[in-house]
């Protein structure tokens, strides 16, 4: 597969797009959920944990790709993954973290070889993650699994 490099900045639509969006609204969107029986709950009273640990995630797309591999052109997005924890317990609390992922997000059911750019003394290795579906919006499905992934590990 060759990849090229998307010149429009990830925050904008791709500067190739193939497929069209219909832009149709779900049609389960039920406006009467609410009741005449509507009441406000009191929640039950539940010790607070000895300790409580916060795990969040931050990703961010570097720079789109398009692909074509035989004739299908194939969405995809070099992007970073980080994670971290605030763990609080009587006494204290402190703070954790992993080191950031690179990922390389393609659609399509595309795979490639490790991505290796050299940067200053260091090489950044952006590993494929791939999605079954097509499309520009698809390329961000490898990209939040990737940081929910490293969430789940890191909790």
Not at 38 to 64: L, N, Y
Not at 80 to 98: F, M, Q
Not at 128 to 144: D, F, H, N, Y
């Amino acid at each position: 597969m060759t990849l090229r490099l998307d010149p429009w900045t990830p925050t904008f639509e791709s500067a190739v797009q193939i497929e069209e969006d219909d832009g149709a609204a779900p049609s389960d969107v039920d406006p009467f959920v609410e009741t005449a029986e509507w009441r406000p709950q009191q929640p039950s009273f539940v010790e607070r944990p000895k300790t409580i640990a916060f795990v969040d995630g931050v990703q961010r797309a570097e720079m789109r790709v398009i692909g074509a591999n035989n004739g299908t052109t194939v969405y995809g997005a070099f992007a970073s993954v980080a994670v971290g924890a605030v763990i609080a317990r009587e006494g204290g609390c402190a703070a954790s973290c992993v080191a950031p992922e690179r990922v390389l997000a393609l659609t399509d059911g595309e795979s490639h070889d490790l991505v290796s750019v050299p940067c200053g003394n260091i090489a950044l290795n952006f590993r494929a993650e791939s999605t079954s579906e097509t499309g520009l919006a698809a390329v961000q499905g490898p990209i939040l699994n990737a940081r929910r992934n490293a969430e789940i590990r890191l909790g």
